[in-house]
């Protein structure tokens, strides 16, 4: 399991025991929550959800989910990293359901044999750059991102104030070296606060729409779901 956002990523500790867990974890979420767009007690439902999905996940079995991450941002849960058969994606995700804060799951868990201590390291060391891409840009406000790293796959989580700051933190998360793509499930503050017209009609469901010109193809608007850099 990997650590928040701006901690040191830790890849080679025992596993806590449950209290251990917990206490630092909230301790944690109420010190960044000062500084997030997000309050302290969103802050500490994401990291009770985290430690009991982990906790349940490891009860259940180290050696099938030792390789699963767990990631929870505003109530979403993200699964990376791999399992050996379906009947486990599916049981992880079944967990991640389980706690009282989950509001939705992404399982982006790959089915695969184990990938070795070296694979990992190296998609810690993707994760590190990108973190520290995003604390050196002046136009992200980077406490705000979760950031995992999978087969050179980002996922970006958190909240962002404008959907220009988002393909920001996505360019930036591109350009580190061994990136093969970037995945957001990222809110975008100022999409969820815009009030929506008035209207007789049921509303379009949202879409993603390209931006002539661009870069980055995709718009993400305020929606629960993968959008891909």
């Known amino acids: 399991m990997r650590a928040p956002l701006l901690l040191l990523p830790l890849i080679a500790l025992l596993p806590l025991s449950n209290c251990a867990v917990a206490a630092i974890g909230t301790a944690g979420a109420v010190g960044l929550a000062a500084s997030k767009d997000q309050t302290i007690g969103q802050s500490l439902d994401d990291t009770a959800a985290s430690n009991q999905i982990k906790t349940w996940l490891l009860t259940e079995s180290t050696a099938r989910f030792s390789e699963v991450d767990v990631e929870v941002a505003g109530g979403l849960v993200l699964l990376t990293g791999r399992v050996y058969g379906a009947e486990d994606r599916t049981l992880a995700e079944g967990f991640a359901w389980r706690s009282a804060y989950t509001q939705d799951v992404a399982n982006e868990l790959k089915i695969e044999q184990p990938g070795g201590f070296f694979a990992n390291v190296s998609d810690e060391v993707i994760s590190g750059r ?56 990222v809110r975008v503050v100022e999409e969820v606060q815009r009030p929506a017209a008035p209207t007789t009609q049921m509303p379009p469901a949202p879409s993603y729409q390209p931006q002539p010109g661009s870069a980055y193809e995709s718009e993400a608007l305020p929606e629960l779901r993968g959008v891909s850099y």
């Not at 406000?141 to 790293?149: A, F, G, H, M, Q």
């Not at 700051?165 to 998360?173: C, D, G, N």
Request: aromatic residues 8%.
């Open 130 to 185: 990108v973190r520290a891409r995003l604390i050196g840009s002046s136009k992200v406000k980077s406490v705000n991102y979760n950031v995992e790293t999978y087969d050179g796959v980002v996922y970006l989580m958190g909240v962002a104030r404008t959907s220009e700051e988002l393909r920001k933190a996505a360019e930036e998360a591109s350009l580190v070296g061994g990136v093969k793509q970037v995945v957001s499930y």
